[in-house]
Every structure is written in structure tokens, then in C-alpha cells.
């Protein structure tokens, strides 16, 4: 199936350690992104990467690091974990936007993760 | 200001009756606004979009109402069924270098049967 797809689904894990979300999309696209949706759904994008090169890096702390090795796939890896970064992770991608043109984000299916 | 502010933050419907999502924005570079319906256990997935110079757009059940003046939209849905219950989002686009997406904080819809 033509889709964005994540892993894991869900991620439990305790302070302190370091974990990778991933993604890939095979729809084409040449832009990926995360986002973060915090308990009360609020959903906010943290980075873009168009063919590999990352274009969007709002205020996330460095503990933060996403990685596109190719432009089907944006990786999401996370150090030193905290109580904070319990929320779901969406991944999406969408053909890059140039001026006013704009493309629809397909989003995938998110990872859950719980910092204990 | 890149906030877009929704609501209500849940909303109860009874089926066939009409669901209304209200969203206010400040930022004039915001060039298009979709909605996002996204179900339990589910990523947001495109509904309808809009773009500022268009003041309605309908797409069977559900029409975008567009105020360029006020910087208010609202997402109606006309004859609510039981599969509509998921939650809302309203979002604006700015192009800065890059496609960038501002979401609403969601509205929970609940249609009662």
C-alpha cells in the first residue's frame, strides 16, 4: 500500500534513554517531516527535510536529532529522555512547496511514546 | 502571530443536525487553510482546504466558510453522521523558505445516533 509509515507504534521507555522513531514514505514525496502532539492534541512540526536536507528546525532542544539518509526515509532519534517528550510523534510528507503553491501533507499513523 | 485559534474543544451533536468549527487567525501571511480529520489511533488526514480569496467551499457534507476581513474560518458539516465523531483540525500555511503548517488546537466531535 502507497502509505507513510511509522515504527514502532508505540515506545515505552524510561528517563534517561536514548530512542529512534522511524519513518518512511512511498508516495514520491521529496519533503518529510515530524511533528509532536502533546496530551492535550495540540500538534506542533519540529523539522523538515527536503532531499535530505533539513529546511524546517523550529525550538526543539538538541536532545532532538532527525536524520534522512534518503528521501523516503526521516528518522527521528532522541537522547537522554525526558517525562516531557511523553507525546505522539507524527511523521508526513508532501512534494516541496515553492511561493503560493501548496501540496497536502499525508501524515502516518504516529508512535506513541511514554517516558517513566 | 503564528497562532490559529479553535473552537469549541468539544462539541456534542445529535445525527443529522449540523456541526460548526470555529477558527481565528492573526498572521495575514497565511495563504491556505485546511482541515484535518483525525480518528482514535489515527494520523490527521487532509478534509477540505481553502485559500483567502474564495469565501466558500463545499465538498459534499462539509463547506469551509471563509472571512478574510475578520481572519475567522469554520468548517461546517452538514447532516452529521455517528462516522463523522473524530477530532478537528483547522491549520494555516506560510511559505517561509518552506511550506510551514500551524495547527488549531482540535475540536472533539461526538455525534450522538
Known amino acids: 500500500d502507497t502509505a507513510v509509515s511509522q515504527t514502532p507504534k508505540y515506545l515505552v521507555t524510561q528517563m534517561g534513554n536514548d530512542k529512534s522513531i522511524k519513518c518512511e514514505q512511498n508516495l514520491g514525496h521529496d519533503t518529510m517531516y515530524w511533528y509532536k502532539q502533546d496530551s492535550k492534541k495540540f500538534l506542533k512540526i519540529m523539522f523538515s527535510?527536503?532531499?535530505?536536507?533539513?529546511?524546517i528546525n523550529e525550538t526543539v532542544p538538541n536532545r532532538f536529532s532527525p536524520k534522512s539518509p534518503d528521501k523516503a526515509h526521516l528518522n527521528l532519534h532522541i537522547n537522554s529522555l525526558e517525562l516531557g517528550d511523553s507525546a505522539v510523534y507524527f511523521c508526513a510528507s508532501s512534494q516541496r512547496t515553492s511561493g503560493r503553491l501548496t501540496y497536502e501533507q499525508y501524515f502516518g499513523p504516529g508512535t506513541r511514546l511514554t517516558v517513566t | 502571530q503564528q497562532q490559529v485559534k479553535q473552537s469549541p474543544q468539544s462539541l456534542i451533536v445529535q445525527k443529522g443536525g449540523i456541526s460548526i468549527i470555529n477558527c481565528a487567525y492573526e498572521n495575514t501571511a497565511f495563504d491556505y487553510f485546511p482541515w484535518y480529520q483525525q480518528f482514535p489511533g489515527k494520523g490527521p488526514a487532509l478534509l477540505i482546504a481553502?485559500?483567502?480569496?474564495?469565501s466558500e467551499k463545499k465538498e459534499g457534507r462539509f463547506t469551509i466558510s471563509f472571512n478574510k476581513s475578520a481572519k475567522q474560518f469554520s468548517l461546517h458539516i452538514m447532516d452529521s453522521q455517528p462516522g463523522d465523531s473524530a477530532t478537528y483540525f483547522c491549520a494555516a500555511r506560510y511559505y517561509q523558505g518552506a511550506q510551514k503548517l500551524v495547527f488549531g488546537q482540535g475540536t472533539r466531535l461526538t455525534i450522538n445516533p
Open positions: 481553502i485559500r483567502p480569496d474564495v
Open positions: 527535510y527536503n532531499n535530505k536536507e533539513l529546511i
